[in-house]
């Protein structure tokens, strides 16, 4: 079973500044990995799915990179609303989600 | 416009049963794979089971021989019947649609198992 660890566990930054989130997985998922954003006290929201496309609607301020088994979420000139938790996630025999990175305002 | 809506969700003694709900509008839940994913509180998402659109069904190992996943097309509507739940079945259960990616996502209902 492919294990997803996401780094790091939180993230601490500014409005304006660029968040960049990590993601590996145990072994290569090729390029099917997803990004999700999470609120407090609401459902996930799917941001980027096969690596690097955005869902339509989605800002162009987060972009997703990588293959294999290394992927980034990189979210330029942070808003006040982009403060959440983003889960990585990826779809081999089950779905299979990272343990998630908290961005917090600093 | 698509909507989940979960229910069913409430307060249960270890060792009984719920049936969790989630009405679908706006495509068939026949159509999509449909899968049921729950958070416990204060941590992360964790998948526990999905339909396919051909009617197979898989769990993850915490809930198998436990939990069953249905659905029904008449009423356009998924399922999930929970059995023999322990404290380890409090979270959030939220039901979710999508292919590898999970596009669409219901409110979520609150499962609490506590005596």
């Known amino acids: 079973e492919i294990v997803l660890t996401q780094s790091p566990a939180t993230l601490s930054l500014s409005p304006g500044d660029t968040a960049t989130l990590s993601c590996r997985a145990s072994?290569?998922?090729?390029?099917?990995l997803a990004w999700y954003q999470q609120k407090p006290g609401q459902a996930p929201r799917l941001l980027i799915y096969?690596?690097?496309k955005r869902v339509t609607g989605i800002p162009a301020r987060f972009s997703g990179s990588g293959s294999g088994t290394d992927f980034t979420l990189t979210i330029s000139n942070l808003e006040p609303e982009d403060f959440a938790v983003y889960y990585c996630q990826h779809r081999g025999n089950s779905w299979t989600f990272g343990q998630g990175t908290k961005v917090e305002i600093k | 416009e698509v909507q989940l809506v979960e229910s069913g969700g409430g307060l249960v003694e270890p060792g009984g049963s719920l049936r969790l709900s989630c009405a679908v509008s706006g495509f068939t839940v026949s159509t999509r794979y449909m899968t049921w994913v729950r958070q416990a509180p204060g941590k992360g998402l964790e998948w526990v089971s999905v339909i396919y659109s051909s009617g197979s069904t898989y769990y993850a190992d915490s809930v198998k021989g436990r939990f069953t996943i249905s659905r029904d097309s008449s009423k356009n509507t998924l399922y999930l019947q929970m059995n023999s739940q322990t404290t380890e079945d409090t979270a959030v259960y939220y039901c979710?649609?999508?292919?590898?990616?999970?596009?669409?996502w219901g409110q979520g209902t609150l499962v609490t198992v506590s005596s």
């Open positions: 072994q290569s998922v090729s390029g099917s």
């Open positions: 979710a649609s999508g292919g590898a990616a999970l596009d669409f």
């Open positions: 096969d690596a690097s």
